[in-house]
């Protein structure tokens, strides 16, 4: 073929997407957009193998391409479930605000008679 | 010649829709640009032969996952928030750790002496019924594999999202 998409332009596109999506993750104060962050950088995973793939002829790397898209997928289910469960908490999805790792105290349930 | 022209096309509009993603400050506006890169990369895809591949990018990733970001951003009604970024000098840290892995990864590959050549590919390449093939035999434990993840990922949102129980009722 003449024209091949050059396979080393294909690994620098993914790189170039997870770095931008690094960046994201580490500059952003909002959760979302951190959580935002992180699927780019799935996506610019998921480039390199689809290009490997193009080049080896080999299905693998669709297979796996598809396996990163489900662990994303189930990964963004459980990172919404906690986030909403911590903005319930305290109202703020500020990550400077979410620093300490400590909860306040919570206060002791009254115990019900009988 | 019309790879060529599409590859680059999408990838420059890929990679302009990342970085807008992660300059906006309202929250929805960088979703919907995530959008549109998820749907360039599908496009990407689509380019190079991975037809499921592409299917299911656009599925999953802009039918799905960008949906529910767009749910919890609309429920949690958080509009503007005023501090977008971090403090300077975290946010400099994170810079130059992005562009100092940039340059790496751009190294490593113009260094390289060598590259294999395209290897032939076989005529259903990246269809559907290969897809099937490779699940059911090569990579049958990474589908048996992926479907306990699921079903572990559904019951850990339903435990994790429920309301704290009062004892004695």
């Not at chain 1, 796996?64 to 990172?79: F, N, P, Y």
């Not at chain 2, 060598?114 to 589908?143: C, D, H």
Request: glycine share 8%; proline share 3%; net charge positive.
């Amino acid at each position: 073929m003449p024209y091949e998409i050059p396979t080393i332009h294909v690994i620098l596109l993914g790189a170039t997407l997870f770095t931008i999506g690094m960046i994201g993750v580490l500059v952003r104060r909002n959760m979302l957009v951190i959580l935002m962050g992180i699927e780019l950088m799935l996506n610019g995973a998921n480039v390199v193998f689809v290009g490997y793939a193009r080049l080896l002829g080999d299905m693998g790397g669709h297979i796996w391409a598809l396996s990163i898209m489900a662990v994303a997928a189930c990964e963004i289910a459980i990172g919404l479930a906690v986030l909403v469960t911590l903005y319930r908490d305290r109202r703020t999805l500020d990550i400077d605000d979410w620093q300490l790792l400590k909860e306040k105290q919570v206060p002791k349930e009254p115990e019900f008679p009988g | 010649m019309t790879e060529l022209i599409l590859f680059y096309s999408l990838s420059s509009l890929a990679i302009l829709f990342a970085v807008l993603v992660i300059i906006r400050k309202n929250p929805i506006t960088s979703a919907i640009f995530l959008m549109a890169a998820m749907i360039s990369i599908a496009a990407i895809y689509a380019v190079l032969e991975a037809h499921f591949v592409f299917i299911s990018q656009t599925l999953i990733y802009t039918g799905g996952i960008i949906v529910v970001i767009i749910f919890a951003i609309m429920l949690l009604n958080l509009g503007d928030m005023l501090p977008a970024f971090r403090s300077r000098g975290k946010s400099l840290v994170g810079v130059l750790a992005g562009f100092g892995f940039l340059q790496l990864c751009f190294c490593i590959f113009f260094f390289l002496s060598r590259w294999p050549q395209n290897q032939a590919r076989a005529a259903g390449f990246g269809s559907i019924a290969e897809v099937g093939k490779m699940l059911i035999t090569n990579y049958l434990f990474v589908f048996e594999a992926i479907s306990l993840l699921i079903l572990a990922a559904m019951v850990g949102v339903v435990v994790l999202t429920r309301r704290r129980v009062l004892k004695g009722i």
